[in-house]
């Protein structure tokens, strides 16, 4: 072989070899792009707590610990983006895990939990915990039901089948924490990989091989709800609005997960403060557009509910507006706060010659004036911004007779008396 050809050779097989890499790169991230919080629950709790633990002394932090720092390991070569709320056995807040999962922008909030029994030591079964009603939060309800199926079907439980899926209102009435802290923000569950308190299950989940096989499992049914497409909705309202017009209709972009607009027929729901109203779909456009209901509440919300073809709900991600109610409060408030302010300076303004002073004073006034709200305070307003203007002609060197005469003008129109 000539030098010429065995350089183009090597040029071949090198540019192949980068394909080919390529193309496995992305085969074998499939989760790349996503953020996926991993939360091994509790830590650091052994001088207090002497309930999470078996009868042999293994404690539920641990095998959360365990399962969920294997699981993360997988997730990150399948590209995810993941973050763990603790990676040691310490103790993190439920609102800092919370906090942490928002900050990340997670598309999944995973909490990693074992159970125990102090009356029935029997008790040897699977549970993931969504929060709230079903309803309300179908993609955490998706995902939840992925996740105990492969629990059943591959890992060993006494009571295989009793395994389910359940609110966490079930647990206490508020639901629990970490959930109820990031609803807003994405999908999430606790799972409950069987019972530490049952002896045989705490022998299993000592068992590095069986802790091996849990973060499997997890690993295996998050592969499978990415895939399945993370449906979404955008509102089109633009991000200036001060306060929404609820007698406009309000329009939302919605996409499958796959960047087109095939979702289930007859899936498509849009609720204001959690009640329905009119909507209507156009799969040509992809636009959900929803009528909306006047409301005396001085912010709204919206969520908007459908599901794609491969099975996955939107999370329901609430939109929140301030309705023109609300941003007449709002300036009315600013209206006293501004007023305050300017008159604790007042007299400073007028009898120091601080022209900075005076400038900010004569702004707060003008400030509490902005929406020129009927209030009884808008007259001493308007006339202290007078004698504020005068105080500022002795200090200036330009001539700002115009502003004063405008400013007694103005007095005038409206306080005749
Ligand atoms: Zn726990």
């Known amino acids: 072989m000539s030098q010429k050809a065995a350089l183009i050779l090597i040029i071949m097989l090198v540019l ?74 310490r103790d993190v807040s439920l609102g800092g895990r919370a906090s942490m999962a928002i900050i990340h922008q997670s598309d999944l909030f995973v909490s990693i939990h ?37 629990m059943r079907a591959e890992m060993d439980f006494q009571q295989q089948l009793a395994g389910a899926v359940y609110s966490d209102h079930l647990i ?5 924490s970490v959930l109820r802290n990031t609803i807003d923000d994405m999908p999430g569950v606790i799972g409950e990989g069987g019972f ?29 709800y990415f895939d399945r497409g993370i449906p979404s909705a955008m509102c089109l309202l633009p991000d200036t609005l001060k306060y929404i017009d609820l007698l406009r209709p309000i329009a939302f972009e919605l996409d499958d997960g796959f960047g087109n607009t095939f ?32 409301s005396l509440e001085q912010n709204v919300s919206f969520q908007v509910f459908a599901r794609n073809l491969q099975g996955n709900a939107i999370h329901p991600v609430p939109f929140k507006f301030m309705t023109k109610a609300g941003y007449e409060w709002l300036s009315h408030e600013k209206w006293f706060e501004a007023f305050d302010e300017a008159e604790t300076l007042y007299s400073q303004a007028i009898q120091n010659s601080e022209l900075d002073v005076l400038d900010s004073t004569l702004h707060l006034y ?28 002795t200090l200036v060197d330009g001539d700002i007779s115009d502003e004063i005469e405008a400013q007694q003008s103005r007095i005038r129109e409206y306080y005749p008396n």
């Open 196 to 224: 530490f308190t049952n002896p045989s299950g705490e022998g299993r989940l000592k068992s590095k091989a069986y802790n091996k096989l849990e973060a499997e499992i997890y690993y295996k049914a998050i592969l499978e």
């Open 366 to 393: 003008q400030l509490s004036l902005e929406l020129q709200i009927v209030h009884p305070k808008a007259r001493i307003a308007e006339e202290k911004i007078l004698e504020l203007l005068k105080k500022k002609q």
């Open 16 to 89: 192949s070899a980068c394909v080919g890499t390529q193309s496995m790169l992305v085969e074998d991230q499939p989760l790349k792009g996503i953020n996926i919080t991993i939360d091994p629950g509790h830590g650091a709790t052994q001088a207090y707590d002497s309930f999470r633990i078996g009868q042999t002394g293994e404690r539920e932090e641990w095998i959360n610990l365990r399962v969920a720092k294997i699981l993360s390991r997988k997730l990150t070569l399948a590209g995810a983006n993941v973050l763990m709320t603790r990676t040691k056995d």
């Open 114 to 150: 074992h159970n125990g029994s102090v009356n029935d030591l029997s008790m040897d079964l699977p549970i993931v915990y969504f929060y709230g009603s079903g309803d309300m939060n179908p993609a955490s309800v998706d995902f939840a039901r992925i996740l105990i199926d492969s």
């Open 263 to 294: 979702f289930v027929e007859n899936s498509f729901k849009v609720l204001q403060d959690g009640v329905q109203i009119q909507s209507i779909w156009d799969s040509n456009s992809g636009i959900l557009t929803a009528t909306p209901d006047s």
């Open 172 to 176: 206490y009435n508020s639901g629990t």
